[in-house]
């Protein structure tokens, strides 16, 4: 399995240009970036029983970015 992380909230991001990032969060279905948080619940599911059937599986954490 593999999370497949978009732009997340992290010291990483924040040294990006905002007139660089605000374009790439308004064209996600949430406008927002996502969380540290948000990826370490999708690690824990994949490591707890509840993931036990999810194999070869690459979860996109990205607010919506792939689906649009």
């Keep these: 399995n593999a999370i497949a992380p978009g732009v997340i909230d992290t010291p990483m ?6 007139a660089m990032l605000a374009p790439m969060i308004m064209m996600t279905p949430l406008g ?16 707890s029983d509840d993931g036990r059937s999810v194999t070869g599986a690459a979860m996109s954490i ?3 970015w792939t689906a649009r």
């Design 62 to 64: 990205d607010a919506g």
């Design 32 to 47: 927002r970036k996502g969380t540290a948080d948000e990826i370490a619940s999708t690690a824990l599911f994949l490591a």
């Design 13 to 18: 991001t924040a040294k990006i240009d905002d």
